[in-house]
């Protein structure tokens, strides 16, 4: 009765449009009053969900991508884009693909992905004859990417949830080859969408403006290697290297590229304020509610009711993806990793998987979920900057779903995708 009034509270308020931090606290505070324990519980589980160290590191992660978006770092990452790949058939489309795995490298955020690339690309790709769709299209599924590759909030969330127990370090090398992964197909699709409709390529500029560009592009691109070769050499942890991002994002923008105004660093900040005590409020009340869960053995209940089911690992794997995927479409994905997260990861570990490898299939399987109605907040952005109703875009949509489903059936289904690296620099 207890997981009644929790879940049928929680699918009341979802329906009812209620914002997920206060249907997360509402329906724990519901079945707390139920079960006949004092209401302060939720509230102290709320606080000691947010005062974990390693939380650190997303404010300053979502300050550092805010920097780089408002300082033109994006602009340069998208001329570069177009220098290498412009030429091919839709090239432009391809270059939208690329410009997100560049600029994901820099902000770790699907959300600020969509946004800072969608709006450089899709009116570019409007005037050059491409159909707004199709530039929406590309720019929300892409923006997944940024969602895989360092400096990834979810990946630190998802190491959090599991109880601190899984390096950061390692979730972060894990996620580049998915990611690259993912780039690849998305461009296939957008290759053959191209073709289909006939779009055209741009111009070669030649090798030398290649190099020229690259070069000026750099300053940026260094961050990733900054933030990946620090926390894997040990130079610094991972809650460090989130300030030393802002502290070089602050030196690109303002020195090097000169790019950021006065009201572009006060934007920046407090954009960055409002993200991160969404963020830390929806953590909290994600917190208060696993509690809950753990408390009435859900998890204990989950891996006995997959183990009736089957002893397959694949069969058992398929399911939770499919769990997984309708969950990302109603559910937005930090409050989803803090609940899923120790209902299966006993789950995937009773059945032989490795908790990196399923930390990557997690965060890949709700960024999905990022891209679909109806609560889908970067399939939002992406329409909201292209100016076209969701259904339109969701009616064309489809190849570059294929694209993502496929990513997600071979880094399941293949461990050494996303466990090749982490093992090579354990060695």
Not at 41 to 64: D, E, H, K, T
């Amino acid at each position: 009765m207890e997981l009644t009034v929790l879940f049928g509270t929680f699918v009341v308020l979802l329906f009812l449009g209620v914002p997920i931090a206060f249907v997360l606290g509402i329906s724990s505070l519901a079945a707390i009053v139920y079960m006949g324990m004092p209401p302060l519980i939720v509230f102290q589980r709320m606080a000691s969900g947010m005062n974990v160290f390693a939380l650190m590191a997303i404010p300053f992660f979502i300050y550092a991508g805010e920097l780089m978006v408002r300082g033109a770092i994006a602009e340069k990452l998208v001329r570069l884009a177009a220098a290498m790949v412009g030429h091919f058939r839709g090239g432009l489309g391809l270059v939208n693909v690329t410009a997100s795995t560049f600029f994901g490298g820099v902000s770790g955020s699907a959300v600020a992905d969509a946004s800072a690339v969608g709006g450089l690309m899709i009116p570019q790709m409007q005037k050059r004859g491409y159909d707004v769709d199709y530039a929406v299209n590309i720019t929300v599924t892409a923006a997944i990417i940024a969602l895989m590759i360092p400096p990834s909030h979810n990946m630190i969330i998802y190491s959090i949830s599991a109880g601190g127990s899984i390096s950061i370090a390692d979730l972060f090398t894990a996620g580049i080859l998915p990611g690259l992964l993912l780039a690849a197909l998305l461009m296939i699709a957008a290759y053959y969408v191209a073709r289909k409709r006939k779009y055209p390529s741009e111009p070669f500029p030649g090798w030398h403006m290649v190099g020229s560009i690259f070069l000026n592009a750099v300053p940026g691109l260094a961050l990733i290697g900054i933030i990946v070769g620090g926390v894997r050499s040990g130079i610094f942890t991972a809650t460090e290297s989130s300030m030393v991002a802002v502290g070089y994002a602050l030196l690109v923008t303002l020195v090097i590229y000169r790019s950021m105004r006065w009201s572009d660093f006060v934007a920046a900040t407090m954009g960055a304020v409002r993200t991160t005590a969404m963020v830390l409020l929806v953590i909290g009340s994600a917190a208060s509610f696993g509690w809950l869960l753990a408390l009435l053995q859900v998890p204990t209940a989950m891996v006995n009711l997959m183990q009736g089911i089957s002893d397959n690992p694949y069969v058992i794997f398929l399911l939770i993806n499919l769990v997984l995927l309708v969950l990302g479409c109603f559910m937005d994905m930090s409050p989803l990793i803090i609940i899923t997260t120790p209902i299966f990861l006993p789950v995937i570990t009773a059945f032989g998987m490795d908790p990196i490898h399923f930390g990557v299939i997690l965060v890949l399987n709700l960024g999905i979920g990022l891209c679909t109605p109806p609560v889908g907040s970067v399939l939002f952005v992406g329409c909201a900057v292209g100016k076209i109703p969701i259904m339109q875009a969701v009616r064309t949509i489809w190849p570059f779903y294929v694209a993502c489903v496929i990513t997600l059936a071979l880094v399941t289904y293949i461990p050494s995708i996303s466990l090749f690296l982490p093992r090579l620099f354990a060695q």
